[in-house]
């Protein structure tokens, strides 16, 4: 059984830090590629950022780009996102999701991820 949990979410103020996690489980994590995704209040689910399964590939939404950094840790099961100079257009529900096939290439399409954890809030505020 596939699973994925986030963590690490919390109140920050602008300009703050926070490294979020997804653990994973149920299926041979490395071999799938996994991204980072949020959903704020009334907004549609946009992709953030993505990493892939075998060459470590990384992607990023341009609103995020330099700010943002994802990482994964085969030997552990888990994808990380550190979070920078969060701002207040930040806030979200930051969801993990792995893609649908093996060794598939880094896309922010949600279209393209199977299986979702079930997010973790961040909120951006003074």
């Known amino acids: 059984q596939v699973q994925l949990v986030e963590s690490g979410g919390g109140l920050v103020q602008p300009g703050g830090s926070l490294r979020l996690s997804c653990a994973a489980s149920?299926?041979?994590?490395?071999?799938?590629?996994i991204g980072w995704f949020r959903q704020a209040p009334g907004k549609e689910r946009e992709g953030v950022s993505c990493i892939s399964s075998w060459d470590g590939t990384t992607m990023y939404a341009d609103s995020v780009k330099g700010r943002f950094t994802i990482s994964r840790d085969n030997a552990n099961d888990s994808v990380y996102l550190q979070i920078n100079n969060l701002k207040p257009e930040d806030t979200a529900v930051y969801y993990c999701?792995?893609?649908?096939?093996?060794?598939?290439?880094?896309?922010?399409?949600?279209?393209?991820?199977?299986?979702w954890g079930q997010g973790t809030q961040v909120t951006v505020s003074s």
């Open positions: 149920g299926f041979t994590f490395d071999s799938y590629t």
């Open positions: 999701a792995r893609r649908s096939l093996r060794f598939s290439k880094c896309t922010l399409s949600r279209s393209q991820f199977a299986y």
